[in-house]
């Protein structure tokens, strides 16, 4: 049994890093939550430590990225800024997922009105436009980092609940199922047990491209001055201070830009890579 | 057909209700006294008690909350109290604004969205798909402010062909044209990547199935059969895509609005979330999500006029 | 599919190259004032390159349509009382003019009066007004009519002229102003701070919300439309009654939010003077070798950035005075002040006033940067490991905002930011509102101090108000001052009220902003900045 178990696991990582570009992805992710992590030790400075008699340097040997506004080091923020966009991207889509799968697994398997009611709220929060509703929310919530993850897990929501909702549609009139019904299995072990796992493939791909999308939408929020409270590093709100800078001090604004772009590409193309490998072939060997 | 059509006019018609009650609850999930919420704190106890009635703060909910309904439907969504004019005003100055620019910029980036994917599609492997791909992933990664504000350096600042802000129906056409390209380039962006990583995919998808290779043993020329057979059956869940990222068009892309300083609804909402301008919150959220949901409604309709399969569900 | 392709790239080219091309051509027609007349309106442009109408230019000294940028959020523009930040009343000057202005010296001059008079022994102000001036609605300016502005200003709650007794119109032209005891600021206050006249008939008939989007006055120019967050349209008046004024056709005040959009468009052309802007759009410009013009006028009208403690709050730690004064001293206002205004345009100062002013208190110590004493502070209260509080602050602010949350963090204090925008801080530090925390914003800073105090420390006050204890020994002292005779009565007085007030701490002052600003070289006689901060000229502005 172990062993089957780990050949299918040796096929499934085969298969995922067949293409190039999805190991160089994944480098990239491993790359940024090591930073993310490690941060302390990378760096001399702290994130907040201010030297006003230096601000808007360039990059020196000193600052290999310069300094921004208050004398901080760019580098140091960036590193930090890490943190922010990886623990709000994978918090707040953890808090989508789990929702939104539960949510869903529960409309799509006992249908009826339940499915009826659970849609129709799905719609209405997809009627209103990601951001608004994270901003709405924020005002009721407030603009701290937790408030932050709840108010952008909750505007996510919908997409899984929509996803899981089509899945266990299509499989819970399937054979095995109705075996186990015969058998006389209860519907809680039926559906954790059977239903989840052959649709959780969807939702892994899912996962991965979303926590791109939220750090995206964190940076818009930070953008406005609406994400996290100041002084806590985040990209967004660094490349927000940096646009001023752009024609003085390029640096300041294009790397946290770049690096926002380099994370949401690599989970982007990660997602895309576990999609290829967890093809409808493999479904349910996992 | 039409029992699916009245199905879904009335799901619509549900969401809205849904909508409204929210729009409705948040004025009072807002800390802080929905009195000064909707008119300022800057008001005299004769005029908190006035509008206190008026509200109908001292009825139960459900009386409150079908007033606030029936004020709504007809026409009277009260009075903001950051701009002292009626919210109707306000928001009709702004629509259009909004509307215009997103609906070019939907156009646009559905259209080469389609293009490019299906480019992609049939060359697979090749020099173009591998730049397409990887420009589109790329796009469909950068924030959408860092374009504008890139896009206004270069061509406002140096190249000086375009002005770097104030798109207005006021002005002059020539200029309101010139003034429409950054915000709506940016604006489209997002949406060209999307659209064309769909259309990619699913290109390939259906590349692969028999009745393309039977297409082609008929001997049909190889436009033909991208043309009739491949686009006409990629193309649908873009569709279904550009009905989801109308709501996102038309929320305005807040940032952009921002950038350019545009007067449209995305700032209007966002301004009046910040300075808790509860009326026109309330009504901003409504009209979006009554544009959303008709356009959604409409996707959905075409969609089952193009897709016999989806009607019979 | 190939073909496709290359046909819309070779669409899309052609209309960017009609574009480039369209740029360097004649300019566009006209279609009147209002509309967005870029072309005509530049001379020179340092970084695009436009190559037209430098002739155009020359031969127009007249017309035209002026094109100010500022970075500004308004509420209210008309409506006698209701303007109360200093970017309102700066953006409705085109229209609405004010009966006296200032000289070099900082001395009243009267502009839509013809004369004033002081008499301090029967109390009295005697103002002579300009005749056959008219408002923009057709109706007289008169004596009626400052009376009617000045009893709306006071029923709209404002204290500056509270020591008005009433007002007598004694003839079409003359009105006294009898007070209950001598205000020696009274003049100022009634004559420039009060001394927006607005038309009578038309607020009354319109009502305050109306005509606090619509201001009518006597001005060069009339209010044509105000597109809210976006811009301000003045247009020509033709019956000015200055014969030959104004000269340009029309006035377009913008609202920018964002400091890269202001700069660039100041850059491009879009706009012809900055007059006011944050550090961030000024150091972009800077950069951008434009230069930046200092201001000549430093006694009126100067903001001053402060940090507002919330001392009457509950839940505020700022009831108590040792918390004041450890945060006080825990900030290095020099390096603060270097470092946002990159390096120009500010001065220091450890009071509430304007150092070289005759109210300024140079014994006075104020709470220099000094983490030591701030340590001590923070025993004295009992919270030797530091303290939490909320400041209160709009987004603009946020940059200076993370520099004082830098030093407060060393000395362990936590302070967290929340934005607000201008409606709230208008809530909160307006009549009737409180803070639980401290409120980072701008003040005024004249030379007469003993009027500002009193709209802040006093329980008639409008600014700041509700958060700010009102001792009796202040109170005292302001209207001792108020009421000297003689002017070096007031100046002692003015400088005992500095000492007094910074002995309470209740406001932090930080720096005073002398405004950097930027106008293009063919622009003239703005009157920016000339003798006062707030006031200019439209009237005489124009085009070389």
């Known amino acids: ?286 | 057909m039409s029992k699916y059509i009245l199905k879904r006019i009335g799901q619509s018609l549900a969401v809205l209700f849904l909508v409204s009650v929210f729009a409705f609850i948040l004025l009072y999930m807002v800390p802080g006294d929905p009195v000064y919420a909707m008119l300022g704190g800057d008001i005299t106890r004769e005029q908190y008690d006035i509008a206190y009635r008026e509200m109908g703060l001292d009825r139960s909910v459900m009386v409150r909350y079908f007033g606030w309904l029936f004020r709504f439907v007809t026409g009277d969504w009260g009075k903001s109290f950051k701009y002292a004019m009626p919210v109707v005003e306000v928001i009709g100055s702004r629509l259009p604004v909004t509307m215009f620019l997103g609906l070019i910029s939907v156009v646009i980036g559905t259209g080469f969205g389609i293009l490019l994917g299906t480019v992609a599609g049939k060359n697979r492997g090749k020099l173009s798909d591998s730049f397409i791909t990887v420009c589109s992933n790329l796009g469909a990664v950068m924030p959408v402010f860092w374009l504008a504000v890139l896009g206004m350096y270069i061509f406002s600042l140096k190249l000086g062909w375009l002005p770097s802000h104030g798109f207005s129906f006021a002005s002059e056409p020539w200029l309101m044209v010139r003034q429409a390209v950054l915000p709506v380039i940016s604006l489209s962006v997002g949406q060209i990547c999307i659209t064309t990583r769909q259309m990619r995919s699913g290109m390939l998808e259906v590349i692969r199935q028999d009745y393309i290779r039977t297409a082609r043993a008929k001997g049909l020329k190889e436009s033909q059969v991208v043309y009739r057979h491949a686009i006409r059956n990629a193309v649908l869940p873009v569709v279904t895509l550009t009905g989801m990222s109308i709501r996102n068009v038309v929320a305005g892309a807040v940032s952009i609005e921002q950038v350019f300083a545009i007067a449209g609804m995305g700032s209007l909402l966002m301004n009046g979330i910040l300075s808790k301008d509860v009326a026109v919150v309330q009504a901003c959220i409504m009209i979006i999500a009554i544009v959303v949901v008709l356009s959604t409604l409409i996707v959905d309709i075409s969609y089952g006029i193009l897709d016999p399969r989806i009607r019979i569900k | 599919m190939k073909k496709y392709v290359l046909s819309i790239l070779l669409c899309v080219a052609m209309v960017l190259g009609l574009t480039a091309c369209q740029r360097s051509n004649a300019p566009d027609s006209q279609t009147g004032s209002g509309t967005d007349s870029q072309e005509k309106s530049q001379g020179n442009n340092e970084t695009s390159g436009e190559n037209e109408s430098s002739e155009a230019a020359d031969i127009a000294s007249a017309g035209g349509v002026l094109k100010v940028g500022i970075m500004a959020e308004i509420v209210v523009l008309g409506y006698p009382g209701r303007l109360v930040s200093s970017n309102e009343l700066v953006i409705v000057q085109p229209a609405v003019e004010t009966l006296c202005r200032f000289d070099s010296e900082g001395k009243l001059v009267p502009w839509l009066c013809e004369s004033f008079a002081e008499d301090a022994d029967n109390l009295t102000v005697t103002v002579k007004l300009k005749e056959g001036i008219k408002f923009h609605d057709g109706t007289d300016f008169n004596a009626e009519a400052v009376k009617w502005n000045w009893e709306e200003f006071i029923a709209q709650g404002r204290n500056e002229l509270a020591s008005l007794d009433f007002i007598e119109a004694v003839d079409e032209y003359t009105v006294v102003a009898h007070l209950k005891n001598w205000d020696n600021a009274f003049s100022e206050n009634a004559l420039y701070q009060a001394g927006f006249m607005f038309s009578p008939s038309f607020c009354k008939e319109k009502g305050v919300d109306e005509a606090g989007a619509h201001p009518v006055g006597t001005g060069p120019y009339k209010f044509s439309n105000w597109e809210k967050d976006i811009k301000v349209i003045f247009e020509k008046n033709e019956d000015y009654w200055i014969e030959g004024q104004p000269y340009l056709d029309g006035i377009e005040i913008y609202l920018m939010f964002d400091n890269n959009t202001m700069a660039t468009t100041y850059l491009t052309g879009g706009f012809d003077a900055l007059p006011i802007l944050m550090p961030d759009a000024r150091s972009l410009l800077l950069a951008q070798d434009q230069e930046g013009l200092l201001s000549e006028a430093v006694l009126g009208g100067a903001t001053i950035t402060i940090m507002a403690y919330g001392c009457t709050d509950s839940n505020s730690p700022f009831t108590d005075i040792n918390l004041r004064k450890a945060v006080s001293h825990a900030i290095d206002y020099a390096a603060i002040a270097n470092a946002i205004n990159s390096g120009t345009g500010y001065i220091l100062t450890n009071q509430w006033a304007m150092p070289g002013a005759w109210s300024y208190n140079d014994s006075t110590e104020g709470y220099p940067y000094d983490p030591e004493k701030s340590r001590e502070y923070l025993a004295a209260a009992g919270k030797p490991d530091g303290f939490e509080f909320t400041c209160y602050t709009m987004t603009i602010n946020n940059t200076l905002a993370e520099m004082i949350q830098g030093y407060l963090n060393d000395v362990g204090i936590n302070m967290s930011i929340e934005n607000i925008d201008q409606a709230k801080q208008d809530e909160i530090a307006g009549i009737g509102g409180n803070w639980d925390g401290m409120i980072l914003s701008a003040g005024r800073c004249d030379a007469e101090i003993a009027s500002i105090y009193a709209r802040t420390f006093t329980s008639e006050g409008v600014r700041f108000v509700g958060g700010m204890l009102h001792p009796e020994d202040v109170a005292d002292l302001i209207s001792k001052a108020r009421n000297a005779k003689t002017f070096d009565e007031k100046a002692q007085h003015n400088r005992e009220l500095a000492d007094l007030v910074s002995s309470y701490n209740m406001i932090q002052p930080m720096f005073i902003n002398v405004p950097v600003w930027f106008c293009k070289d063919n622009v003239q006689d703005t009157g920016f900045y000339k003798t006062h901060i707030i006031l200019w000229t439209p009237e005489t502005a124009k085009f070389r």
Not at chain 1, 69 to 92: F, M
Request: glycine share 10%.
């Open chain 1, 1 to 286: 049994m172990n062993q089957e178990r780990i050949k299918q696991w040796k096929k499934f990582f085969r298969r995922l890093f067949s293409r190039k570009l999805v190991v160089v992805a994944a480098s990239l992710v491993l790359f940024f939550i090591i930073a993310a992590v490690f941060a302390p030790f990378l760096t001399p400075y702290g994130p907040y430590q201010q030297d006003l008699s230096n601000v808007l340097t360039k990059p020196t040997t000193a600052h290999w990225l310069g300094t921004d506004r208050s004398g901080r080091d760019v580098l140091t923020r960036i590193l930090y800024g890490a943190r922010t966009s990886l623990a709000i991207g994978v918090v707040s889509v953890a808090i989508a997922a789990v929702m939104g799968t539960l949510l869903g697994l529960i409309s799509g398997y006992y249908g009826g009105l339940v499915n009826m009611v659970l849609s129709r709220i799905i719609d209405m929060m997809m009627s209103i436009p990601s951001l608004m509703l994270a901003l709405a929310l924020a005002l009721v919530f407030g603009r701290n980092m937790g408030s932050l993850m709840i108010v952008l897990g909750i505007s996510t929501v919908p997409t899984y609940t929509r996803l899981m909702n089509v899945q266990v549609l299509s499989i819970k009139n399937a054979d095995y199922i109705m075996a186990e019904k015969v058998l006389g299995a209860g519907n809680i072990r039926i559906l954790f047990t059977h239903i989840l796992p052959n649709c959780l493939s969807p939702i892994i791909v899912l996962l991965t491209a979303n926590i791109g999308m939220t750090i995206l939408a964190e940076s818009s929020l930070s953008f406005l001055g609406m994400g996290v409270n100041p002084p806590t590093a985040s990209w967004g709100g660094m490349v927000s201070d940096g646009t001023t800078q752009l024609l003085i001090n390029p640096v300041f604004a294009l790397a946290p830009g770049i690096c926002i772009m380099l994370l949401v590409f690599g989970f982007n193309v990660l997602g895309d890579g576990l999609r290829d490998a967890l093809d409808p072939r493999l479904r349910g060997s996992i």
